[in-house]
C-alpha cells in the first residue's frame, strides 16, 4: 500500500504544507493559548476548506486535550485532528455497489466542468485493469467534444464506446448501451451524461428519462448514481453535492482535481454534511491517479506522515 499513500501524499501536498505551517506558528507565536490561538487554528482549519462543523469539532477536541495538558507539539495537534477526520470519513463509507445478474451499470452526473468525462475514462482504466470488462456510453450530447474525448479513452484503453453524434438523444444512447452491455457480457457500463447546473430544469430533467429506459432492459439499474465533483473548487464542491444530492438520486461520489489544490479539506466537509459515500478521488492528471478513496490513507496524507496507520 505504499506506492498507493505517496499519491495521496503527492495530491494533497498543498493541503498539507499549508496547515502543518499553521500548526508550527502556534507554537512560536505563544506561550500559553488563548482565543486568539485558537482562532488562528480555527482559520487555518477552514482555509483548507475542512469547513466550520468539522473545524468546530476538531478544536473542541483540541481544546479538551490541551485543558489536560497533553498537547506539547505540533504532532499533538496533527494526531487529534487526524483522528477526527478519521472518523468522519470512515463513517459508513462503503464499497460500489455491484450488480451480480449482468453488467454493473454507473450513471456519472455533475456540473460542467467537474471532471466528469475524464473521471469516467480513469475509472474504466482502473476496472479494465482489475480484469473487469467495461464499456463506456457517451450520453452528453450536449458537447461534441465530450463524444470524442470519450471516443479517445476508449481506444487509449481498449474498451468499446456507444456514442451517437451531437445533439442525438441522450436516453437513446443509454438504452443501446445497456442492450449492448448486456448482450456482450459487460462487468460494467459507465454512462457519461452532459455536465448541468441543478438550476437547468430542462437538463436535470433529462436524467430522469435515462433512468427510465435504462431500467426497461435492467430494472435494478443504474447500480451507482455517481456525483463527480470538483475538489479545487473547495466550499462549491460542497454546494454542488449538496444542491445536487437534492436534485437526483446520487448514490456515491467522486472528488476530482484535488491535485494541485491546498482545498482538499473539503473531502471531510462533504462526508460530514453527506450520507453517501465517497467511492474514489482525483489525485493527478494520470489515468492511475484516480484512486479509491481510503479513509484513513486520506486523513494520514493531509498531514504526511511516513506510513499509513495500520
Not at 487555518?44 to 498537547?71: C, F, M, N, R, W
Not at 453488467?103 to 480484469?131: E, H, Q, R, S
Not at 451531437?166 to 462487468?187: E, W
Request: proline share 4%; net charge neutral; hydrophobic share 40%.
Amino acid at each position: 500500500m505504499k506506492g498507493i499513500f505517496d499519491v495521496f501524499k503527492k495530491g494533497l501536498k498543498k493541503t498539507k504544507t499549508a496547515l502543518l505551517r499553521s500548526f508550527e506558528t502556534l507554537f512560536t507565536d505563544s506561550e500559553k493559548w488563548d482565543e486568539t490561538t485558537y482562532r488562528k487554528l480555527e482559520a487555518a482549519l477552514i482555509s483548507a476548506d475542512l469547513g466550520v462543523p468539522v473545524t468546530q469539532k476538531i478544536i473542541a477536541d483540541i481544546k479538551e486535550q490541551y485543558a489536560l495538558g497533553e498537547i506539547k507539539t505540533s504532532e499533538d495537534i496533527i494526531k487529534i485532528a487526524t483522528q477526527r477526520i478519521s472518523l468522519i470519513l470512515g463513517d459508513d463509507n462503503r464499497e460500489l455497489n455491484i450488480n451480480t445478474d449482468g453488467p454493473t451499470i454507473l450513471l456519472m452526473v455533475g456540473v460542467n466542468g467537474a471532471g466528469k468525462t475524464t473521471t469516467t475514462g480513469k475509472l474504466a482504466y482502473m476496472l479494465k485493469n482489475d480484469g473487469k470488462k467495461v464499456m463506456l456510453a457517451a450520453c452528453d450530447t450536449f458537447r461534441a467534444a465530450a463524444i470524442e474525448q470519450l471516443k479517445h479513452w476508449g481506444q487509449r484503453i481498449d474498451v468499446p464506446v456507444i456514442a451517437g453524434t451531437h445533439g442525438s438523444d441522450a436516453a437513446a444512447i443509454a438504452y443501446d448501451a445497456c442492450v449492448s452491455a448486456r448482450s456482450k457480457g459487460m462487468d460494467y457500463l459507465i454512462i457519461d451524461t452532459a455536465g448541468r447546473q441543478h438550476t437547468r430544469k430542462d437538463l436535470m430533467e433529462e436524467l430522469p428519462k435515462i433512468l427510465r429506459v435504462i431500467r426497461k432492459n435492467c430494472p435494478e439499474a443504474p447500480h451507482e448514481v455517481l456525483l463527480v465533483v470538483d475538489g479545487s473548487t473547495g466550499t462549491n464542491a460542497l454546494i454542488q453535492a449538496r444542491e445536487f444530492g437534492k436534485a437526483c438520486d446520487v448514490s456515491g461520489l467522486v472528488v476530482s482535481k484535488l491535485d494541485g489544490s491546498g482545498k482538499g479539506g473539503v473531502v471531510v466537509a462533504i462526508k460530514d454534511e453527506h450520507t453517501f459515500p465517497i467511492h474514489f478521488v482525483g489525485l493527478g492528471e494520470a489515468p492511475e491517479d484516480l484512486q479509491p478513496f481510503e479513509p484513513q490513507m486520506y486523513a494520514d496524507a493531509i498531514f504526511s506522515k511516513e506510513s499509513p496507520v495500520a
